[in-house]
């Protein structure tokens, strides 16, 4: 540790900032290193005031329960106690937020969201390059029409399934004058719109449908393009308009040295320089940006596409704090803090060079896990102090409001107020959600099993809520509505055929979980006009407070012996499968298998649902500590088995008392009751900690 300013801070960390960050901002680094104490001295104390006003409310609330017990909620005497302690805020007067300076993917656009870990360079390339997919590929290579390629070359049989669904969703998103695509037998178009007719690029011809591109490729001399009538080699789609970097759920970073290795990524992203070299099929291979795509237009001027997602950061929440830099008072900083000073600092260097990520001025920051209006209001202080510090004008930095805490939710418009001139953003996050109405809820009584929250009461006013109070507050055609993400990457059938659902909602992004899934949800969004659908939902009541706030206890249920075990397995198995990796290996989001073998995308919001929910079981006695013992155990040993094949891979079965991955499992459940809003961070970060200690 060295000292800056008075602040203790990690030697790597400084290092980074002073000979990567800073050059070429114009900003001195005695300026910098004054400023961040500044504004740590001057947040730190409200950041820990609201971490407070949090353990009060769920103190008083879980008085409020206990008191209770056994007796039907009277929701009238709930909503009245909610109000009376503050949990619940008055509605802002009908107001329209006042961003400015939004990037049309952001405002103007409707399409799929990738989220990536930051920490993992070669995803993060892919995901910034997943701007542009082939639909071919897409199609050809998952399971989202029936039936698979035979063998390892090219299935003819599996290229006509795909080459007939493409050209069927061509005829729906711009079809011909006459005829159908299939009958198309040279390059020669004539479209029903002519107006969706864009240009042309060497070998593609481009469209435009709701907003969205499609550029069909000819190629008479590519091997698809030489069996296709007219010459057709492939159809690319605009994909993944938007894409969120990620330093908080899907990455494990506990130390300074992981936090350099996760800003260091994001520099790279913001400079336009980062690459990575791999080995992929016994060859070495180098990654790198991709550039913008070339047009010209039907007048013979031309013109460019952005060839890459217009990309987010998501900044930690304001609980966790870091070692990376300790406080004149011996404390480690706000974990939040920090990443808004050092990725705002990253972000100008965007702000400085033309074509690069935001076109419009802007550097955009999604922020999770806040609480209600006032943590919202502390957000925009804080940004605000951030510009100040970096010579920025006014709300420059833009905000992303994760819709994923009961509090939050339940005060929606008021948070939305709270940021309204920044704000761009508002997703809803059902895994965190569902974990925090648990905690919120832990003594009400035992939870419904975790496979039924889906089809009670409170998530669909929360998912309708979400979208009703966006439109109110003006959201459309200035900020996104998103939707959360699709978690079985290897279910595209299941991904098409339900996920459109979440455009026909009237949101205008969702998340998923990689490139072939954003181009896969694309055509989603050419099948449904998502502004008209919004302008439809916008004479709709906000569905009642009254729903939202029911709570998913199990009225009545009398479990069986086989029901409890199977549900303590099913939450011990994902739980294992999952910080297993991340306290051994370090790794924050990956396809984990389920207790079916069905691989699932996992992070820390998936890992919450599980622990608390069978923290409250055992809470209300619906299983002892001895079975849940028991299935953690023998989940251990099914963890095992599915990871035999990774060289890596630590068993824990049989080494349960010495296995820091099987403890750090066990503390999330036996202390998740007590964990601050029943978050996995605290405990996963100690035990990632110790690991890396021991080597």
Known sequence: MIDR???????????FIEAQALPGTGIASDAF?????????????DNAALLETRDGFQARIDAWHGERAGQPLDMEAYQAFLREIGYLVPEPAPFAIGSENVDDEVARLAGPQLVVP???????????????GSLYDALYGTDAISGAAAGKGYDADRGAQVIAWAKAFLDDAIPLAEGRWADLASDEIVLRDPSQYRGRSEKGRLFRHNGLHIEVMFDSGHPIGATDPAGIADVILESALTAICDLEDSIAAVDAQDKVAAYANWLGLMRGDLSDTFEKGGAMMTRALNPDRRYSAPDGSSFTLPGRSLLFVRNVGHLMTTPAIRLANGGDAPEGILDAIVTSLIAMHDLKRDGGNSRAGSIYIVKPKMHGPEEAAFSDRLFDAVEDLLGLARHTIKIGVMDEERRTSANLAACIHAVRDRIVFINTGFLDRTGDEMHTSMRAGPMIRKGEM???????AYEDRNVQIGLACGLSGHAQIGKGMWAAPDRMADMLDQKMGHPNSGANTAWVPSPTAATLHATHYHRIDVFTRQAERMAEPVSPLESLLTIPVAIGRNWSPDEIAQELDNNAQGILG?????IDQGIGCSKVPDIHDVGLMEDRATLRISSQHMANWLLHGVCTPQEADAALRRMAAKVDTQNAGDPLYRPMSGREESSLAFQAARALVFEGCVQPNGYTEPLLHRYRALAKSAG
């Open 5 to 15: 300013a008075g602040l203790n801070v990690a030697e790597p960390l400084a290092d």
């Open 33 to 45: 290193w004054t400023g961040i104490a500044d504004i740590f001295a001057r947040f730190a104390p």
């Open 118 to 132: 930051i920490l993992n360079a070669r995803f993060l390339l892919n995901a910034a390059n997943a701007r542009w």
């Open 454 to 460: 889906k089809a009670s009461a409170w998530i669909t």
């Open 578 to 582: 999952y910080v297993v990796r991340w």
